[in-house]
């Protein structure tokens, strides 16, 4: 999709392409890693379109939502295979718990509404190009640490880009 949209942009000289990623994307949970390695794979893919692109007046943005009650939470997969479980012992408690943890946050008054998200694409959307943040996180649980890991790649990836030789 994005290769068949890139031509037009680029003759237009500007675009946007939004990506949704996920705070797993920047940092993993136990049991997770299937998940969290396809939003490390959309983060690392929208950030280096962002410096492709940006000289071509096309944005490159992600989006980091946290997690909220949706339908995502009812399709994850646990082995099916009690043995499997039992071998992974205390470990395995961990899922159980991230999923209880999740469940009383949804299902308390203040569980995070996934309006929130359609709200920071639409905002992204409106902000002028070339003034749009790389990362967006949409996170009311815990947006400060993501926000700290984002903070401290947003420093360190220009020194990264200079030495070689591409800033």
């Known amino acids: 999709l994005v290769l068949a949209a ?24 136990p049991f997770s890693g299937l998940y969290s390695a396809s939003k490390f794979a959309v983060e690392g893919l929208a950030e280096a379109y962002a410096y492709e692109l940006a000289p071509l007046g096309i944005d490159s943005v992600i989006v980091e939502p946290g997690p ?14 009690e043995q499997v479980t039992r071998e992974y012992g205390e470990a395995a408690l961990r899922g159980q718990i991230l999923g209880e943890t999740l469940g009383r946050l949804f299902s308390s008054p203040d569980a995070p509404q996934p309006q929130q998200v359609a709200d920071a694409v639409k905002t992204l959307i409106e902000l ?7 990362r967006t996180v949409v996170d009311p649980m815990t947006s400060e640490l993501i926000e700290a890991v984002n903070q401290t790649s947003s420093r360190t990836q220009p020194a990264f880009l200079r030495a070689f030789r591409l800033m």
């Open 128 to 134: 002028p190009q070339g003034q749009r943040p790389l």
């Open 68 to 81: 909220f009650p949706t339908e995502l939470g009812t399709k994850i997969v646990f082995p099916l295979d």
């Open 6 to 29: 890139l031509p037009a942009m680029r003759r237009q000289g500007s675009g946007l392409l939004l990506q949704i990623s996920s705070t797993f994307g920047r940092l993993p949970m």
